[in-house]
């Protein structure tokens, strides 16, 4: 009886580290986080399916914009922060007033975490190139 318990132990204790291994695959471009400390910078790109043709006549250049929010989560229980797209419209807004929209858009994205995750940062930083089109 004990060594089925010792059995079952070893096999429960396998399954947990390689399902958090198996959590922590590597992102593009970088290493997988590492499972007691991680502070890595993973550069983040998505391409839009949207193709617009513009010219020199229907829009304004405006200049760089850049925006950098954080999220938190503590314990995996308590969670907060915005790294949403409305942070770097914000900012835009901010320094051109008459700012319609961002195009360009890039960003990277830092990952903290401390203990496969019992305390974790995300910090975003968005940068692209705000515009404004003639009416």
């Known amino acids: 009886m004990n060594k089925w318990m010792a059995m079952l132990g070893c096999v429960s204790i396998g399954l947990v580290l390689t399902g958090c291994a198996g959590l ?7 290493v997988a986080p590492g ?9 983040s790109y ?6 617009f043709t513009f010219t020199h006549d229907d829009l ?3 200049g760089p914009v850049t ?4 999220s938190q989560c503590i314990l995996g229980l ?7 797209f409305g942070n770097l419209m914000r900012a835009a807004k901010a320094k051109y007033p008459e700012c319609d ?3 360009n858009i890039q960003w990277d994205t830092r990952w903290n975490l401390i203990c496969m ?6 910090t975003a930083t968005v940068e692209g190139t705000a515009i404004k089109i003639k009416r």
């Open 117 to 122: 995750g019992l305390m974790s940062k995300v």
């Open 24 to 30: 922590m695959t590597a992102p593009p471009s970088g």
């Open 67 to 70: 925006a950098t929010s954080e």
């Open 78 to 84: 308590v969670a907060q922060g915005d790294n949403g």
């Open 35 to 43: 499972g007691l400390f991680s502070d890595v910078n993973y550069p």
């Open 101 to 103: 929209g961002v195009i």
């Open 60 to 62: 304004v250049i405006l």
């Open 46 to 51: 998505r391409e839009s399916q949207t193709r």
